[in-house]
């Protein structure tokens, strides 16, 4: 009776002791995420399937409307971090904020340019007018940057205006507002259905750009560098997740945007699985490609250095330590 007592003081005993301390152990983290597009599939997977709690992380994981909204939250110290494209990561840093890339989860653009079925060609969207969802957000310095790449001034030959998220660039397609805009799948395979072009495939352009990434402030790096250590490998074992369990990830991303179009959800998944990098370095290319195209109009986008807007350590680090092969089983 005495042993029996004893063992259940001492299951007690660690039942108030251990379990608060491994709650503790939890880190508080605030990261946050816009668009609704397959393209945030590792957040997902993150948040979801509880990478993040396994790596030690009590995140709250935040949707906003607009990575605009995003980078505000961030800089205000509303954020630890955020998921954002290189354009909200130049854009901040030129204008003298610390902001720092630590981890890329798509390193090149895959969206396409979806047009009404008359437009056959890239050269007949010259004097036509595009929809992106807000001026100054992912989808319209993509599309910008995309036309310049295909040999056409967006400023100067094109006309392009603010529609909303993808319902409304497609409503707005309809409606003959606009002519042309940019979706990525499963989104191609519904404005398809409705009538309209899949004009052309960007990914095939191999422009290095980083689409979507992990990014922080050099501040809080400096103060909590171990969070951000914990974050970047949270999406290295997302993205590895996305990469082995197609069915679940196909599923996850219907839930997110709330389709189940088999068809579209296995485009999807092609094309951003073959995308997600197994090794997720912020390589500072993908941060040229949007400086180099600044630079002609913004002298601070000329005389900026891209290497200064990465910290390619944490995934360094990662791979150091085998862990990325490991979990490859290379």
Known sequence: MIRKSALLFAFLFLSLTCLPQLACAQERMRIAWAGSTPSNTPIWVADQKGFFRKNGLNAEVIAISASTIVIQALLTGELDLIIAPSATLVTSRLAGADTIMVSTNLPLFIDHIVSLADISTVEQLRGKTGGVNRLGTTSDMTLRLALRRLGIDPEKETKIIATGENPQRLAALS????????????????????????????????????????????????????????????????????????????????????????????????????????????????????????????????????????????????????????????
């Open 175 to 330: 409606r003959n507002i606009t002519q042309f805009t940019l979706l990525g799948e499963p989104l191609v395979r519904e404005a398809e259905k409705m009538g309209f072009r899949d004009l052309i495939d960007i990914g095939t352009l191999k422009i290095p750009y980083h689409v979507n990434a992990v990014v922080t402030r050099e501040a809080t790096i400096k103060a909590r560098r171990p969070l951000v250590a914990k974050t970047v490998r949270a999406f290295t074992e997302a993205i590895h997740y996305i990469k082995t369990n197609k069915e679940d990830t196909k599923a996850l991303i219907g839930k997110n945007l709330k389709t189940n179009d088999p068809e579209g959800l296995e485009r999807a998944y092609r094309a951003y699985n073959a995308a997600f990098p197994e090794r997720p370095v912020p390589t500072w290319e993908g941060v040229k490609t949007l400086l180099d195209d600044m630079a002609p109009r913004n002298s601070k986008a000329a005389a900026a250095d891209p290497k200064s807007f990465v910290d390619t350590s944490f995934v360094q680090e990662l791979e150091a330590s085998g862990f990325i092969r490991q979990l490859y089983k290379r």
